[in-house]
């Protein structure tokens, strides 16, 4: 890989803690039974690792270890959770609530219901990205099984109001499902209080390995579901196929590592997010923040730099490794649809990057990052036709676009 | 994805970037794109009596191979007559920069603004 790398991409994923890794290598070569073998030690020791991490993920969201069932990432826990309770309840409730901003394998899964019958109310947003309580309230009906409302979103780190839809769904005795892939060792998350039936982690998104996560089913009241890999029938007969001790580990210590130093690694990356926001801020006009300003995570920024294109001012920045919202690289063209649902015009879309700060950031690579976005802004508003009409006072949506 | 060398060379050293007084009788300006589609181009030609582009600029809002595209436009033409400017083709830009499938619409809205470009010089000069 090349040198002089920032990675400032902490949505996609995050680096495996070192003292994660540490806690798994021991299960990958002398450690190695299969935690399902019962008869001898091998197997003991396997499964004695596997049901401690399984406490250990159970804490920080503040469940019991028997509400967790290890999965291979949030994708599988999201698609168990949606398509698990509408093959179990299905045929008494047919109708889901959901959200347009959600990940695409929540949103595809409930694609994929509405093929199979059911019907799905994808709620609007806000401009600041969040949910209408009163919106989600109208949306209600007697078939109501589930709502699905992710805790954090994935590309512009807004943080939904959880507990309230919480409250809301017990109520009226529907099932609350949250994808809290980016919420996870961020925020604090507490099941009960929260009234959250169904949450799906990811380890990957929070200094765990990639190709596990979990998924939490709330035992009281029960939530029952169908499974969706059938077999040996491990994991209460949710999730067949035998478990990697190493990975579960992996998780387990992930959260042990999140949850103990959750409130200082959450204000050290709001501290280099507000010098970062602030060096930009003072340098150049027009970069609005999307999201909304006060419910979000420290470690996400997504801001649109007006009047350059995002691909185009990612490969002036190449040695900063964020991700844009203009995806003017994937085969469809199109802008963001989590910008676009908050009302960010296309244009302002296509000029979109998200910045994500985490536990290994230094302040050198964020001053770094900050000097280099501000140079190549600059030079490239130079070259930038729709900066020169702005600053000559042309409206450019007074003109009439060809689009093609 | 990695880039193309022509296309980062191009990126990174883009060639007659600016602009030209577009009221100026000898100046012919093409904007094309939308601002909604992640691209806009603007090509100036500078023409003299004889029919030759003794001058070319751009600016672009876009990706890589859009600034790329367009830088390589404005070097392409420079010299040329109007005629043959206006017979490049997009599939030329794309050759030459090896532009994958997903970029080739950068070299399509490269065409049409030297086409734009010069169709705004012959109806000034038409006027």
Redesign the interface.
């Given at each position: 890989m090349a040198k002089n790398l920032i990675y400032l991409d902490y949505q996609a994923t995050t680096p495996c803690d070192p003292r994660v890794l540490e806690k798994m290598i021991p299960y990958l070569c002398e450690k190695y039974g299969n935690p399902h073998s019962r008869n001898h030690a091998f197997g003991w020791d396997a499964e004695s690792a596997v049901e401690s991490a399984r406490q250990q993920v159970a804490k920080i969201i503040n469940a019991e270890s028997k509400e967790i069932i290890f999965t291979s990432g949030a994708t599988e826990s999201n698609n168990l959770a949606l398509k698990g309770a509408a093959e179990f309840y299905g045929d008494k409730k047919k109708h889901i609530i959901t959200c347009v901003t959600e990940h695409k394998c929540v949103l595809d899964t409930c694609r994929h219901l509405e093929q199979k019958g059911f019907s799905v109310t994808y709620l609007p947003v806000h401009k600041n990205g969040l949910i209408d309580l009163e919106t989600l309230k109208e949306a209600f009906t007697e078939e109501t099984l589930l709502v699905s409302i992710m805790a954090v979103n994935n590309e512009i780190g807004v943080i939904q109001p959880l507990r309230e839809i919480g409250a809301l769904c017990r109520e009226r005795n529907v099932f609350f499902h949250t994808d809290a892939a980016q919420a996870v060792g961020k925020i604090p998350l507490d099941v009960n209080e929260m009234n959250i039936d169904l949450l799906s982690i990811s380890a990957h998104k929070m200094y765990g390995p990639m190709g596990i996560g979990a998924l939490y089913v709330r035992r009281n009241p029960r939530v029952r579901l169908k499974a969706q890999i059938n077999g040996g029938g491990q994991e209460r007969g949710m999730r067949s196929g035998t478990l990697s001790p190493a990975l579960c580990v992996g998780l387990g210590e992930a959260c042990v590592l999140s949850q103990e130093k959750m409130s200082q690694e959450s204000a050290r990356i709001r501290y280099y997010a507000h010098l970062f926001c602030k060096k930009i801020m003072e340098a150049l006009p027009e970069v609005y923040l999307n999201g909304d300003k006060d419910s979000r995570v420290p470690g996400n920024l997504n801001l649109s730099f007006a009047?350059?294109?995002g691909?185009?001012l990612m490969?002036?920045i190449k040695n900063l490794c964020v991700s844009s919202g203009?995806a003017?690289?994937?085969?469809s063209?199109e802008?963001s649809y989590v910008l676009r649902a908050l009302g960010v015009?296309?244009?302002l879309a296509?000029t979109s990057l998200r910045i994500g700060i985490g536990r290994f950031t230094k302040k050198e690579e964020i001053e770094l990052a900050a000097d280099q976005i501000i140079t190549a802004v600059n030079k490239l508003r130079?070259?930038?036709?729709?900066?020169?009409m702005a600053q000559a006072g042309i409206d450019?949506s007074s003109?009439d676009?060809?689009?093609? | 994805m990695a880039y193309n060398k022509k296309v980062i060379d191009h990126y990174e050293n883009p060639r007659n970037v600016g602009s030209f007084e577009s009221s100026e009788k000898n100046v012919g300006t093409g904007l094309v794109g939308a601002p909604s589609c992640g691209d806009v181009m603007k090509l100036q030609i500078k023409v003299d009596s004889q029919g030759l582009i003794i001058d070319a600029k751009f600016k672009t809002f876009g990706c890589g191979s859009a600034i790329a595209s367009s830088s390589l436009v404005t070097e392409k033409i420079k010299g040329k007559t109007l005629q043959e400017a206006g017979s490049i083709r997009n599939s030329d830009i794309a050759n030459e920069l090896d532009l994958p499938p997903v970029k080739r619409h950068c070299s399509v809205l490269a065409e049409d603004a030297i086409r734009a470009a010069i169709r705004d010089y012959q109806e000034k000069i038409a006027k």
């Open positions: 009047h350059v294109e691909e185009g490969m002036a203009s003017c690289t994937s085969a063209l802008p015009s296309e244009e296509h130079d070259m930038s036709p729709l900066w020169e450019v003109i676009w060809a689009s093609h | -």
